[in-house]
């Protein structure tokens, strides 16, 4: 398995922005598609957004799509998420994840997770 580090959580107020980072160990980051999902408290985990392993070609849910980027640094064997218009509805604790295949909302391990709380 890939080992999953995230970060770049914290508490921001509503319409607020913050940069979410997953790195990963191993050399073979630059053939998985990633993804990104996020977990409120009491509620199932949800996909957020993929990205292919190339990075040209992302998805995204219908919840975050306008607001939120998924990119990706495969020299850096590292992911992106970039938030944008925060809403209260966005707390949760967002993992990364590498996906079976592009277009997959699914995925079998996450890392730990970092805490994002978003205040009204």
């Known amino acids: 398995q890939v080992q999953l580090v995230e970060s770049g959580g914290g508490l921001v107020q509503a319409g607020g922005s913050l940069r979410l980072s997953c790195t990963t160990s191993g050399r073979t980051f630059n053939s998985y598609v990633m993804g990104w999902f996020r977990q409120a408290p009491g509620k199932e985990r949800d996909f957020v957004a993929g990205?292919?392993?190339?990075?040209?070609?992302?998805y995204y849910a219908d919840s975050v799509k306008g607001r939120f980027i998924i990119s990706r640094d495969n020299a850096k064997n590292t992911m992106y998420l970039q938030m944008n218009s925060l809403k209260p509805e966005d707390t949760a604790v967002y993992s990364c994840?590498?996906?079976?295949?592009?277009?997959?909302?699914?995925?079998?391990?996450w890392g730990q997770g970092t805490q994002v709380t978003v205040s009204s």
């Open positions: 994840a590498p996906l079976t295949f592009y277009g997959s909302r699914r995925a079998d391990y």
């Open positions: 990205i292919s392993p190339s990075g040209g070609k992302t």
